[in-house]
T-cell receptor
Framework: AQTVTQSQPEMSVQEAETVTLSCTYD???????LFWYKQPPSRQMILVIR??????QNATENRFSVNFQKAAKSFSLKISDSQLGDTAMYFC????????????FGKGTKLTVNP | NAGVTQTPKFQVLKTGQSMTLQCAQD?????MYWYRQDPGMGLRLIYY???????DKGEVPNGYNVSRLNKREFSLRLESAAPSQTSVYFC???????????????FGDGTRLSIL
């Protein structure tokens, strides 16, 4: 069974600085997707970024980028130029490609951006 | 675009009461899901439906039932609510891209359910 571990329950960063959130996962599969979801205080679940395991290039979405290390089963999220609106819970998630579409979530990291 | 719509947004029940949470999506997705979110636990899958007419248990199915009424709608029922079912419930849906890969799940805004 796949598991996703986020080892940092809480983190904080100053506005305009860079922060990296960690995620590791365990799977015997070779084809899968990884996601980072953001959950602000409004409670909505918002997709931040997606990475296909077969792609070597790290995904990037504006200020958000990932460091995907397939051999190490690591998928960290880097947020550059942090903004107050980035304050949220961040969840790492895994799904096997092509089979069941069940997402497996980590327990989340609470990120606070301080002014 | 409505996306995934959940009703109600808030509900308070007494122990032993029954309730159905409704979910509808307008993205023509085949797969739909129900999760519960508890503090420090992330999101845990209760039930999912890979297509109309099929449902399967997730990680925490006890105390719940589901119905995939049609492709758009997937309801979650608590037959006899218990305080341990106090949680935030999320419905989600997803499809596949042209290559057959799993698209990201789209989530509703959640239902905060309190059982007294």
């Amino acid at each position: 069974a796949q598991t996703v571990t986020q080892s940092q329950p809480e983190m904080s960063v100053q506005e305009a600085e860079t922060v990296t959130l960690s995620c590791t996962y365990d799977t015997s599969e070779s084809n899968y997707y990884l996601f980072w979801y953001k959950q602000p205080p409004s409670r909505q679940m918002i997709l931040v970024i997606r990475q296909e395991a077969y792609k070597q290039q790290n995904a990037t979405e504006n200020r958000f980028s990932v460091n995907f290390q397939k051999a190490a089963k690591s998928f960290s999220l880097k947020i550059s130029d942090s903004q107050l609106g980035d304050t949220a819970m961040y969840f790492c998630a895994f799904v096997y490609q092509g089979g069941s579409e069940k997402l497996v979530f980590g327990k989340g990291t609470k990120l606070t951006v301080n002014p | 675009n409505a996306g995934v719509t959940q009703t109600p947004k808030f509900q308070v029940l007494k122990t032993g009461q029954s309730m159905t949470l409704q979910c509808a999506q307008d993205m023509n997705h085949n797969s739909m899901y129900w999760y519960r979110q508890d503090p420090g636990m992330g999101l845990r899958l209760i039930y999912y439906s890979a297509s109309e007419g099929t449902t399967d248990k997730g990680e925490v199915p006890n105390g719940y039932n589901v119905s995939r009424l049609n492709k758009r709608e997937f309801s979650l029922r608590l037959e006899s609510a218990a305080p341990s079912q106090t949680s935030v419930y999320f419905c989600a849906s997803s499809g596949r891209d042209r290559g057959g890969g799993n698209q990201p799940q789209h989530f509703g805004d959640g239902t905060r359910l309190s059982i007294l």
